[in-house]
C-alpha cells in the first residue's frame, strides 16, 4: 500500500500564490506517476497535471498552463504543486494521485490523498 498525505492548503486572496505538497510513503516502488486533480462544489473532479517521477516529464491542464507548476523530489517521495496567480475558479478540494503510469484519467491512479483544500478569495 502506498499512503499519501497532501498539505499546503488555505485561504488566498486572488493573484496571491499557494504550494501544495504530496508525500508519498510505504510501498512506493511501483509508483511513477504522480497527479493532482480537484474538485470543486458541484462539479466533477478534475484534472490539474502530472509528473512522471522517474524523468521529471510534466503535463497541466490548459486551465492552469502558465499559472501552475508541478515538481517532485524524489529523494523525498514528494510532489509539489506551485500554483501561483490563483482566481476564484481556482477554488476547490485538492487531490494528490499516485500510480504506474502517468495520465490525465482518475480511474488510473490507484492510490489517492485525502485532500487539501483551496480557497481563493475575490
Known amino acids: 500500500q502506498v499512503q499519501l498525505v497532501e498539505s499546503g492548503g488555505g485561504l488566498v486572496q486572488a493573484g496571491g500564490s499557494l504550494r501544495l505538497s504530496c508525500a508519498a510513503s510505504?510501498?512506493?516502488?511501483?509508483?511513477?506517476?504522480m497527479a493532482w486533480f480537484r474538485q470543486a462544489p458541484g462539479k466533477e473532479r478534475e484534472f490539474v497535471a502530472w509528473?512522471?517521477?522517474?524523468?521529471?516529464?510534466?503535463y497541466l491542464a490548459d486551465s492552469v498552463k502558465g499559472r501552475f507548476t508541478v515538481s517532485r523530489d524524489n529523494a523525498k517521495n514528494t510532489e509539489y504543486l506551485q500554483m501561483n496567480s490563483l482566481k476564484p475558479e481556482d477554488t476547490a478540494v485538492y487531490y494528490c494521485?499516485?500510480?504506474?503510469?502517468?495520465?490525465?484519467?482518475?480511474?488510473?491512479?490507484?492510490?489517492w490523498g485525502q485532500g487539501t483544500l483551496v480557497t481563493v478569495a475575490s
Open positions: 509528473i512522471r517521477m522517474s524523468d521529471g516529464i510534466a
Open positions: 510505504g510501498r512506493t516502488f511501483g509508483v511513477n506517476g
Open positions: 494521485a499516485a500510480g504506474r503510469i502517468v495520465t490525465t484519467l482518475p480511474g488510473q491512479y490507484g492510490y
